[in-house]
């Protein structure tokens, strides 16, 4: 049974010790770099209504979520995407509010995903959303926003993959399709199922100009060139206006000197069908997961009661911290603990030491010797709890130094460390 009690269930798990520490010193990160950009931090509940995510807000599927019952019996549901519950409190707390709003968040995700996909089921999100701005130049920043963090995480070789929802519904509404149709269509288009489409396709009765469009959308990947490609291949003009606000971006994104991480896909599709305008997401090596993703989504606030057009982004800080580990990349602590060890003789003098370097914001543990554990014992300790080093007090005046990684040890007069 006890045994039992250690393990946790399929899909979490626990994150203890340097790696833990890496990853808040990551989330600490990329967050001043959101506050530079002057975004402000907004906390929502872990679990809300399920209408907050039901289906017409085009969120996660419901067969996804973990739900359950309060005792009046309203279903609730933890969340399963960040994104709803801050439309929900832009629609509230920002009600008349008709400039931009830019709030950033971090917090856990709960998708109850198959077994089989090995994927978290509980996952770390730290986003920003900007609402009130229906702009181009709003969309650039926040994919500035989000290739400085990927930049300020470590990464050095990473493309953030850009689409235009409005691109494919164009082409959809020009098709005919219906509701059913359009889900069948994404579906096999996000499963590359290009057979399907063909097949799916060529039982509607739409013209081959339409049929070429969507049989090449695979191919509208890369570069510039392939927006003017696409372009040549249709005269729809939602789909027309949706590759003209991408060529709007570059140009925007050119100016902040960033047009090499951008790459162009029109065949990209969401999950989430709130999604209206430019949708992107950020691969990089060492996992085959988007590590950061996000879009416009012009009518999800409205949906709440507010009239506002919106983009948001999601750094996927689980996936983030595979990638850097497999890349080899460090996340480097602000500050590593000092362990001040010493015998309960001179315990007044071990405190006031600690207190002084507290008092200027260095982290120390305290640490009554064992007479029957030798100093390597608690070198060895230091290692494992990835401690800096060890302060000893030897004697009244006289400090013993040890570093951690190599054991290397000095000695040191008490006044030298207090003057």
Known sequence: MNDILLHTPEGVRDIYNSECEKKLQLQNNLHRVMKLHGFKDIQTPTFEFF???????????????????DREGNTLVLRPDITPSIARCAAKYY?????????????????????????????????????????????????????????????EEFQVEIGEADFFRGLVDEAGFNEEEETQLR?????KNMFGVEEMISSK?????????????????????????????????????????????????????????IT????????????????????????????????????????????????????????????????KIDIVSENENTLILYQDTLREQAIA???????????????????????????EYAKRMNIGGILYFETKDIIKVIRSDNGEIQEARIWDFMA
Do not use: W
């Open 205 to 261: 009765e739409i013209s081959n100009e339409l049929k070429t469009v969507f049989l090449t959308l695979p191919e509208l990947f890369g570069a510039l060139d392939k927006l003017t490609y696409a372009k040549s291949l249709t005269k729809n003009e939602r789909a027309l206006k949706a590759i003209e606000r991408l060529e709007q971006l570059y140009e925007i994104l050119t100016l902040y000197g960033l047009e090499k991480y």
């Open 264 to 327: 162009f896909d029109l065949g990209m599709l969401s999950k989430y069908n709130y999604y209206t305008g430019i949708i992107f997401r950020a691969y990089t090596y060492g996992t085959g997961d988007t590590i950061a993703n996000g879009g416009r989504y012009d009518n999800l606030v409205s949906q709440f009661g507010k009239q506002a057009p919106a983009i948001g982004l999601a750094i996927l800080v689980d996936q983030l911290m595979l990638a850097l580990s497999r890349q």
């Open 187 to 191: 579906i096999l288009i996000e499963n």
């Open 95 to 155: 009600k008349d509010e008709n400039l931009p709003i830019r709030l950033c968040y971090v917090g856990s995700t709960f998708i109850n995903n198959s077994s089989y996909q090995g994927k978290l089921k509980e996952s770390t999100q730290l986003g920003a959303e900007l609402i009130n701005d229906s702009s181009t130049d709003a969309d650039a920043q926040m994919l500035a926003l989000t290739i400085e963090c990927l930049l300020q995480a470590g990464l």
């Open 353 to 379: 030491l600690a207190n002084h370097f507290r008092s200027q914001s260095m982290n120390i543990e305290l640490l009554s010797k064992a007479d029957d554990l030798t100093l390597d014992s608690y070198t």
């Open 51 to 69: 209408d907050i995510f039901s289906k017409e807000r085009g969120t996660v599927a419901a067969k996804d979520m973990y739900k359950f019952f």
